[in-house]
């Protein structure tokens, strides 16, 4: 059973920064990419980062790309996300998740949407204010 825990939310003033962190556990971490996806009131969950198991290449949502820079410790079954410049429509509770084992993709880039993803987290919340 993979179980997937956030850690890191929190208030922050519009501007400020915010690293958001999750454990994995359940099977072997390096084995597929890994995501963060974002998921504000009232509206659908999104995709905001994501990292192939290897660590590169990496893939952004356009809207916060050059704010924000995914990456993982496979040694230490950890995936980050550093949130810069925030805003305060980052607001969101925010998910970490990871792709089932059988997971197959020719592309080039890590997986980047949500049917593409098996394994969720609880969330975390990030609340930007302005």
């Known amino acids: 059973q993979v179980q997937l825990v956030e850690s890191g939310g929190g208030v922050v003033q519009a501007g400020g920064s915010l690293e958001l962190s999750c454990a994995a556990s359940g099977r072997p971490f390096s084995s597929n990419d890994m995501g963060w996806f974002r998921q504000a009131p009232g509206k659908e969950r999104e995709f905001v980062a994501a990292?192939?198991?290897?660590?590169?290449?990496?893939y952004y949502a356009d809207s916060v790309k050059g704010r924000f820079t995914i990456s993982r410790d496979n040694a230490k079954n950890t995936v980050s996300l550093q949130m810069n410049s925030l805003k305060p429509e980052d607001t969101a509770v925010y998910y970490c998740?990871?792709?089932?084992?059988?997971?197959?993709?020719?592309?080039?880039?890590?997986?980047?949407?949500?049917?593409?993803?098996?394994?969720w987290g609880q969330g975390t919340q990030v609340t930007v204010s302005s």
């Open positions: 990292i192939s198991r290897g660590g590169t290449p990496t």
């Open positions: 998740a990871t792709n089932g084992a059988s997971y197959y993709s020719s592309s080039y880039y890590p997986a980047h949407s949500l049917s593409d993803y098996d394994y």
